[in-house]
């Protein structure tokens, strides 16, 4: 079993104050329909797409213009969703339960100076290549940090999902195939 967690790195203009405030605001990055506060401690959100993935989120981590941390509290992927040949993805049990894999991860952002610009790390901690959802969620992931949340930090103007309206070409592969089933 591998510990490279999924990891993507931002590098603006912008102050870290900007960037922080652009990460809490996840209606503007993520998903428009995102339940709950996104900028306090001990906040609980939830997120969804349509009835393909969902999650409940909790901020356990807040330190202003430094880093910003979510734990994974519960998760749901409609069963079934994944491709069974992805190229990393190594069965251990022939029961496990994908619908849950990014239950108890955590999801980091911290936010540092380097160079007069701000960098961003984002970490989603226990996305590793071996569960089934690695290539789904790491496209996605990679779409959200280094399209969206750039697009907001940087013009103020992101790219979130809604019902209806995917934004990456995973998600609208699985809203197809929603559609259909």
């Known amino acids: ?46 997120y969804h797409f349509e009835d393909i993935h969902r999650c409940q989120m909790k901020i356990v981590e807040f330190n202003p213009n430094e880093k910003v941390v979510w734990l994974v509290m519960d998760n749901y992927f409609k069963p079934g969703i994944f491709d069974n040949d992805s190229p990393h993805r190594v069965r251990i049990d022939k029961f496990t339960d994908e619908k849950s894999e990014w239950t108890g991860t955590k ?24 569960y089934e959802c690695f290539d789904v969620c790491s496209n996605g992931w990679t779409h959200y940090i280094r399209q969206s949340l750039l697009g907001l930090i940087a013009t103020g103007k992101g790219q979130p999902n809604k019902t209806g309206s995917p934004m990456t070409t995973d998600e609208e592969k699985l809203h197809s195939a929603a559609g259909k089933a």
Not at 7 to 15: I, K, P, S
Not at 120 to 128: E, S
């Open 107 to 130: 999801i980091i952002f911290e936010i540092s100076r380097k160079d007069n610009r701000t960098e961003v790390r984002f970490t989603h901690l226990g996305l590793v290549p071996e």
């Open 1 to 46: 079993m591998t510990t490279s967690n999924f990891m993507t790195t931002l590098l603006v203009d912008q102050t870290p104050t900007e960037v922080f405030n652009a990460i809490n605001n996840v209606r503007g990055w993520w998903s428009e329909e995102i339940e709950g506060s996104t900028d306090k401690l001990n906040s609980v959100f939830n």
